[in-house]
């Protein structure tokens, strides 16, 4: 087992924010997260070119509630980051995957995944390890079945941006690398694969980085500004508690691999305020909240955002008014 | 003309952004400050996109070329707005290359500490629990160098705890003092990058006199103490010497 001491800070006020630092948080997170990006941009690329639309629609299953329990199964077998997950999903869709299935599995990725289950369990090695990966993953599981019946009504029309259900025709100007220009093949260069892989990765690498950008100013900030001592004194509250879960899983923006151990040594939070943190923090936050913009529409994300904390918030309470 | 510059300009912008990013990943790999920035597990895949951004830059401008004319309906978002997106893309990221100091400052160790003393972080227990029976086991009459946090592992286990104690020890970490507070030696712990680190910390005990700089990064060498203060150990080096060293290769410990 390994233990850290903390600092005692002189005072509970916030100390306020260093903009230096704010800076390394932020050059820190783009460089952590531009690499998966890209990873995502290159296997939608393949995607786009060797994985005929016909042959997805075949592997889907047919009806929509099979569909969103296959997606949440995948999500637990293929593990994938949020930054990755952005750019393959929306090829996904635009292959003629239902949004809705593509969608959970998008939100059920991060924080079902082994990887997340696994980390959990070490950082709590020594505060019931096996409660804490129960309810992360059961509280996880019912959400996004949740949010799966609800997505499974919505039309896509209401769910995505325009160039997100563009299809896959190639002319339209929202495929092109670069949306701003009518780019034709250099002479002795035929729109061969490669041309249509490059244009598809460099499309798709470009377009998520710039919300990814946003995303992590945004996390930057609240990571290193707000002083999370301050929701300290309402961490064992049984309703404020799990709200200040939520809203610290908001703020901070942690990868579902790594919140695990930054939760667990928060000793002023109780097991419910953690649970809410840890089931909230992978389905949304504020990186994601611009990441997921550059998928679906704002009125969307802003819905999806309310109904997965408030879902959230609804079964940690009652697992904390258990007998 | 000016159209046919501001064609080109945009022409070739996703090409210099996605060079930009690579000179970037790599100018930092280069001079060491991805050491400050991300955990080693990570600072391969930078290197590895660095390199793919580039052949994608060359590949894009090989395979492509603007039409002569632009036809509106399929540059439908303006060309400023395009020039805006592009400029986000690159100024925010070269800012902050050029901005991000080497270490987190105190404002930040305050906000990211808890006010609850000592708290459990479970990681790298096979790891940690190997380095603290390696530090067991050196030359006493030697000063063990041992990090900040496997001080801290061995004094949550009573029987290391009191096999070690009174060890003479060399740490290195940053200076960290707080009015009415003993100072401490600081180091901060990173998972996945600089955005999610942690501080650790042990008090130091003695005289620690000089004229020492807030999150200065300081060699110490004293007696290893595991006092107790209801129920919670705090780590303590009672201080022989102290001096300032240079920033270690890996400023930040990772799991």
């Known amino acids: 087992m390994f233990y850290a001491a903390f600092d005692l800070p002189s005072s509970p006020a916030s100390a306020g924010i260093s903009w230096p630092d704010v800076a390394l948080s932020f050059f820190a997170i783009v460089l952590e997260g531009a690499p998966f990006l890209l990873l995502g941009a290159i296997i939608s690329g393949l995607v786009d070119v060797f994985l005929p639309a016909g042959v997805i629609k075949d592997w889907l299953p047919r009806s929509k509630t099979q569909g969103i329990f296959a997606a949440i199964g995948a999500g637990l077998i293929f593990p994938l980051c949020e930054c990755g997950a952005m750019p393959i999903v929306q090829r996904l869709i635009r292959k003629g995957v239902p949004p809705a299935v593509a969608t959970i599995y998008m939100l059920s990725a991060p924080g079902l995944n082994p990887l997340a289950m696994f980390s959990t369990y070490l950082a709590f090695r020594n505060q019931d390890p096996w409660l804490m990966v129960a309810l992360r993953f059961s509280f996880s599981f019912l959400v996004l079945v949740f949010l799966g019946f609800w997505l499974a009504r919505l039309r896509p029309e209401h769910m995505l941006r325009a160039e997100t259900v563009m299809g896959s025709a190639r002319t339209k100007p929202e495929m092109s690398p670069n949306p701003g220009l009518v780019l034709t093949p250099r002479p002795g260069h035929s729109l061969g694969g490669l041309q249509q892989f490059t244009g598809a990765v460099i499309r798709d690498f470009t377009g998520v980085l710039l919300f990814l950008v946003i995303g992590a100013a945004a996390a930057a900030l609240f990571s290193t500004g707000f002083d999370r001592n301050l929701l300290a004194p309402v961490g064992q509250n049984l309703i404020l508690g799990p709200l200040a879960g939520i809203l610290l899983a908001q703020l901070l923006c942690l990868c579902s691999t790594t919140d695990a151990f930054i939760i667990a040594a928060f000793a002023p939070f109780s097991i419910p305020a953690k649970i809410a943190f840890l089931v909230a923090g992978p389905l949304i936050d504020l990186k994601l909240y611009w990441l997921y913009r550059s998928a679906f529409q704002p009125r969307f994300v802003h819905a999806l955002w309310l109904r997965a904390l408030a879902a959230t918030f609804v079964l940690v309470l009652l697992y904390s008014m258990k007998p | ?255």
């Open chain 2, 1 to 255: 003309m000016i159209d046919r510059i501001a064609r080109q300009i945009s022409f070739f912008a996703p090409a210099a952004v996605m060079s930009a990013w690579a000179t970037v990943m790599l100018h930092t790999i280069a001079t060491g400050h991805i050491n400050r920035l991300l955990s080693p597990l990570f600072r391969n895949y930078v290197l590895t996109a660095a390199i793919l951004l580039l052949v994608l830059s060359a590949l894009y401008v090989l395979l492509y070329q603007p039409e002569s004319e632009t036809a509106p309906a399929l540059a439908p978002t303006g060309r400023l707005r395009q020039l805006g997106r592009w400029l986000v893309l690159l100024v925010p990221l070269v800012a902050a290359s050029i901005l991000s100091p080497s270490a987190l400052s105190s404002t930040t160790l305050t906000n990211r500490s808890s006010t609850a003393g000592v708290t459990p972080m479970p990681s790298w227990n096979a790891v940690s629990q190997e380095k603290a029976k390696e530090v067991l086991d050196a030359d006493p009459n030697q000063p063990v160098p041992v990090e900040v946090t496997e001080l801290i592992t061995l004094s949550q286990n009573p029987a290391q705890l009191k096999a070690f104690e009174g060890r003479k020890v060399r740490t290195v970490g940053l200076f960290h003092t707080e009015p009415e507070h003993v100072p401490k030696l600081i180091r901060w712990i990173m998972w996945c990058c600089a955005a999610d680190a942690v501080p650790a910390s042990v008090e130091l005990g003695g005289d620690t006199s000089g004229d020492w700089k807030e999150s200065q990064w300081l060699e110490v060498i004293g007696t290893a103490q595991f006092p107790s203060t209801l129920g919670h150990v705090m780590p303590r080096i009672d201080v022989e010497s102290i001096k300032p060293t240079q920033e270690p290769d890996e400023p930040f410990l990772s799991p």
